[in-house]
C-alpha cells in the first residue's frame, strides 16, 4: 500500500509559478510510475503530466508543455510539478497518482483507470 500527499498548492497570479510536491509513504515509491492530474469545477479530470519510475521518460498534455516540468527527487519518494506561466486555466484541484511498474518498465501513464494510488488533491488558483 502506498500513501500519496500532495503539497505546495496555492494561489497565484498569472504568470507566476509554483511547485507542488507528492510524498509517498508505505512501501518504495521507486517503483511507481507517478502521473499528475487536475480537475476544474464542472470539468472532467484530465492529466496533465506523468513521469516512469526512473525519471528517464515524461510526458507532458499539450496544454502545459514548455510550461511545466516533472521531477522525481533524489530519495525517490517525492514527485515534483514545477509550474511555471501559469494561466487562470490552470485553476484546479491537482491530484498525484502512483501504480506499480516491473523492474524493466520505462513506461509513463496517461490514463487515470491505469493508477492504482491517488492522494487528496491540493488547490492552485490562478487569478487573471
Known amino acids: 500500500q502506498v500513501q500519496l500527499v500532495e503539497s505546495g498548492g496555492g494561489l497565484v497570479q498569472a504568470g507566476g509559478s509554483l511547485r507542488v510536491s507528492c510524498v509517498a509513504s508505505?512501501?518504495?515509491?521507486?517503483?511507481?510510475?507517478t502521473g499528475w492530474f487536475r480537475q476544474a469545477p464542472g470539468k472532467e479530470r484530465e492529466v496533465v503530466s506523468a513521469i516512469s519510475w526512473n525519471g528517464d521518460n515524461t510526458y507532458y498534455a499539450d496544454s502545459v508543455k514548455g510550461r511545466f516540468t516533472i521531477s522525481r527527487g533524489n530519495a525517490k519518494n517525492t514527485v515534483y510539478l514545477q509550474m511555471n506561466s501559469l494561466k487562470p486555466e490552470d485553476t484546479a484541484v491537482y491530484y498525484c497518482?502512483?501504480?506499480?511498474?516491473?523492474?524493466?518498465?520505462?513506461?509513463?501513464?496517461?490514463?487515470?483507470?491505469?493508477?492504482?494510488?491517488w492522494g487528496q488533491g491540493t488547490q492552485v488558483t490562478v487569478s487573471s
Open positions: 508505505g512501501r518504495s515509491f521507486s517503483r511507481y510510475a
Open positions: 497518482a502512483a501504480v506499480s511498474v516491473t523492474l524493466d518498465s520505462r513506461r509513463y501513464y496517461y490514463r487515470d483507470e491505469e493508477y492504482d494510488y
